[in-house]
């Protein structure tokens, strides 16, 4: 029987192969493979075996483990653009797991595929050091130093992708886009290209899947990267989970929040680090519009890399929490509360992360108390992806974390353990087709 | 359970599918004499299509130029399976049928003293499948490929009962490679290659003809790109290639002409199928370790020489020429390789055709066949089950001018 007949000229191939004899080709791009091709290099920093990183894990994670896997830690350089599109060589720590032979049989006799590699790509909060940075953590010792990457890659069997971001690592000498949606994205993104691209050329039999995390900075740049890979590059990842946490993801409510007559900065440095992004990023912002005159010499090399949280409220001469017109002028904080063409007010807006219709399982996870990033940043972005079809969006808040202030300790660091157990967890579970 | 089998069908071939006929990939039938004949013209050739079925005839042929234009259409039936196939049970599935439509011209000049020049313009080859039901398309979603051969000749006359000639062939030929899976492949490539084809034709009496022609091995070497995936992943986009032999193939004819003007032919082919060993897809730089096994390490094809038998009757009756045609053909694709990209099967073909001389110098003719064939059981690594037997109609019509 004859259906759906297709007809199909090969007179057209006649008169194409003519084309073909006179020289003409077609076909896009014959050359390198051009999937990760902004990669520029790789250091391996240490290559630790599985029956060490055992040890690790069942000395620091689970006394019960009875598998662990291989930890090779690699400094990948490669090619991103920042805010404003200038091109930038940036640097992020790849982990990749090695499955032990025993556990290759293990998984056979189980009648499951041999083990193969999904990712994490873990976006670390905010950082002020460069030696915080992710490649500058992981040294060559013959020990796991990022201690992520042992839950992840160590514990869990994830290759875990650790973007510096600009600013930080090869980029030191760049500043960082603080809070800045677009480059946030992208340097998570080419990072992500050029681990897939390093493990390609390595021959690490990687299965493409992609989880994304992040905390407070990271959980907006993973919202970002999340937003940006399902809106403009559909068909490049397996996109499979989600998890932000912690993050200030409506920047126009943080802004709202803390920008006012009678507001509080609970960690000064972060409102400072974030309007000193914006000014460099905007040509309509400045510096000088919106900051104490008195402060703005302290912003000179500020967040260059070299100056700790405390050296920056010192320089500043902000203690936690400040009042916020100790740093913003009273002027900037009145036009910011009554007019909403106020310029910061609009870039915020123009940054606020989770404003699409997503597609991947998402897990917001937030602790109750957040005395840093509140919680209603992520009830706010769950109404946001909600209310724009967003196909699976699930929270959840914890209760009860505590910390000790006098020790230096916030609610925010100290949640963050119980969000990436619970974040790990979910994407094992994704990835085993549990959920 | 389904990942297991998502990832073993990546490790298929995914070339060269079902065929027009039996023999592999090859379109033998590039003419409406040769439809009408099934490519039994070749000790007894007298049409413009002489160039490219026993070049050495045109010694024999009037000293006038002579051109001739085809169109073919091959309606190929879908390719059905039932059984069960890379762990699936129950299967009942079909692939899409095709319709392609195939343009040919041949020409033969004048005598120039003792030789003569030849030219034709045909597919010699060309295939295009498409499944849209799993495992089928996993394994070959689509493959197409299109062949075009410029093949001029020259013959000599060696003395008024034997000749020779040689020929060029340049291919021109373009392909496409679709499978959809947990691993996909999206490629696309061209390749012009290169070979040539010997003739000779003996005629000890006005009655019988011996011809013997060969033409030369020619891998078409398709580059261009290639698209992997893994998933929605797109993990590879970069150079790509597959070599897909045309086989080498001798024809050993003889005709004879009765003096009520019928001319029986019948005609010996061998086509060298084993020089198909392995299917190899190479890229230009690496790609991922997991879909190695599956798009990169060679697959083993193991097909195997060929022998086909073609009979052809031809009946002059004054502006009217009756052709009819009969062939026994068999499927160079070993048990273990047969898989849906290429259920190839043993055939059996019949056809008839005619010729009317309109005027001095135009003639038109039309010419179809029906090739059956067979069904086939197969049990191999993949595969357990039975393709079902199957017809494949060609038609075509034909114009010649001389001058």
């Known amino acids: 029987m004859l259906k759906n007949i297709k007809v199909i000229s090969l007179s057209v191939a006649l008169i194409s192969s003519l084309t073909i004899f006179s020289g003409c080709n077609d076909i896009d791009n014959t050359g390198e493979n051009i999937v990760g091709d902004n990669f520029v290099k790789a250091e391996i920093i240490d290559d630790i075996n599985s029956s060490t990183m055992l040890s690790i894990v069942k000395s620091s994670i689970d006394p019960n483990a009875v598998n662990a896997f291989g930890y090779k830690a690699v400094k990948i350089t490669y090619n991103t653009k920042d805010q404003n599109d200038e091109d930038v060589v940036a640097s992020g720590l790849l982990v990749i797991p090695t499955a032990s032979d025993e556990y290759q049989a293990y998984r056979i006799s189980q009648g499951e595929q041999p083990f193969s590699v999904s990712m994490i790509c873990d976006n670390h909060g905010t950082i002020f050091l460069n030696s915080e940075a992710p490649t500058n953590v992981e040294v060559k010792d013959g020990m796991p130093n990022y201690p992520l990457a042992v839950s992840m890659t ?59 995390s992040g905390y407070s900075e990271g959980g907006y740049v993973a919202l970002t990267l999340a937003e940006e890979i399902e809106k403009n590059h559909q068909g490049e990842f397996n996109l499979m989970g989600i998890a932000p946490m912690a993050g200030p993801y409506l920047l126009d409510k943080f802004g709202d929040s803390i920008i006012k007559s009678d507001g509080v900065m609970s960690v000064p440095a972060f409102i400072a680090f974030l309007a000193d992004s914006y000014a460099n990023a905007y040509s309509n912002l400045t510096l000088s519009e919106m900051v104490l005159d008195t402060k703005l010499p302290a912003f000179e090399n500020l967040f260059d890399g070299n100056n700790s949280l405390l050296d920056i409220q010192l320089k500043l001469g902000l203690t936690l929490n400040a009042p916020t017109n100790y740093l913003f002028k009273d002027s900037f904080i009145s036009d910011y509360e009554a007019t909403p063409e106020n310029k910061l007010r609009v870039e915020l807006k123009e940054n606020n992360a989770g404003d699409w219709s997503a597609t991947t399982k998402i897990k917001l996870i937030h602790c109750s108390n957040d005395d840093i990033v509140p919680v209603d940043m992520t009830n706010g972005v769950e109404y946001t992806l909600n209310s724009n079809g967003a196909v699976d969006v699930e929270k959840l808040i914890i209760d009860g974390i505590t910390a000790d202030y006098l020790n230096g300790e916030t609610i925010h660091s100290n949640c963050a353990v119980a969000a990436y157990s619970n974040a790990i967890g979910w994407f094992n579970a994704i990835r085993s087709g549990e959920i | 359970m389904m990942k297991n089998r998502l990832v073993k069908l990546t490790t298929l071939s995914l070339i060269a599918t079902t065929a027009i006929y039996a023999n592999g990939y090859k379109i033998p039938e590039t003419s409406t004499s040769s439809v009408s004949l099934l490519a039994a013209n070749v000790a007894h050739s007298s049409g413009a299509d002489t160039a490219y079925y026993n070049p050495a005839n045109m010694s024999f042929m009037k000293d006038e130029n002579l051109i001739n234009a085809n169109l073919i259409l091959i309606s190929v039936d879908s390719a059905r399976f039932k059984g069960s196939a890379y762990g699936i049970d129950g299967l009942d599935i079909e692939s899409e049928s095709e319709l392609p439509l195939i343009p040919s011209i041949h020409y033969v000049s004048n005598k120039y003293d003792k030789f003569t020049f030849g030219f034709s313009m045909v597919v010699p080859s060309g295939v295009t499948k498409e499944w849209r039901e799993s495992p089928a398309k ?84 398709e580059e261009g790109n290639a698209k992997l995936y893994i998933g929605d992943a797109k993990v590879y986009d970069g150079g790509g290639s597959v070599k897909v032999p045309l086989p080498a193939q001798l024809n050993i004819a003889l005709a004879y002409t009765f003096k009520s003007k019928t001319t029986l032919e019948l005609v010996y082919e061998k086509s060298y199928w084993s020089a198909y060993k392995t299917l190899d897809f190479n890229y230009t730089s690496n790609i991922p370790a997991i879909l190695q096994p599956s798009m990169d390490d060679p ?78 059981s197969v049990t191999n690594d993949h595969l357990n089950g039975e393709f079902d037997s199957s017809e494949t109609y060609i038609f075509s019509t034909g114009v010649s001018y001389k001058y």
């Open chain 1, 154 to 212: 160590g514990y869990a069997g994830f290759a875990g992708i650790y973007p510096d971001y600009i600013g930080y690592g090869d980029s030191n000498d760049k500043g960082h886009p603080y809070l800045l949606k677009k480059a946030s994205a992208r340097a998570s993104l080419d990072m992500i290209k050029a681990s897939q691209r390093y493990m390609t050329d390595n021959n690490i039999v990687f299965n493409s899947q992609l989880f994304i």
């Open chain 2, 299 to 376: 697959i083993t094809k193991g097909w195997e020489d060929t022998t086909t038998y073609r009979f052809g009757v031809t009946q002059e009756l004054d502006k009217l020429t009756l052709m009819a045609g009969f062939i026994i053909d068999e499927t160079p694709i070993p048990e273990q390789s047969v898989s849906f990209e290429l259920p190839g099967t043993d055939s059996k073909s019949i056809s008839f055709g005619a010729k009317y001389q309109i005027d001095k110098k135009l003639s038109a003719g039309f010419g179809m066949l029906c090739s059956m064939k067979d069904s086939r």
């Open chain 2, 138 to 221: 996993d394994v070959a979603q689509k493959f197409t490929l299109e062949v075009v051969e410029l093949n001029p000749t020259l013959s000599y006359k060696v003395n008024d009962n034997l000749a020779v000639a040689f020929g060029a062939r340049i291919l021109s030929s373009h392909g496409i490679v679709e499978s959809s899976s947990t691993a996909s492949r999206d490629m696309e490539g061209d390749s012009l290659d290169f070979g040539y084809n010997l003739a000779l034709s003996y005629k000890p009496t006005s009655a019988l003809e011996f011809g013997l022609t060969y033409r030369n091995k020619v891998d078409l070497e």
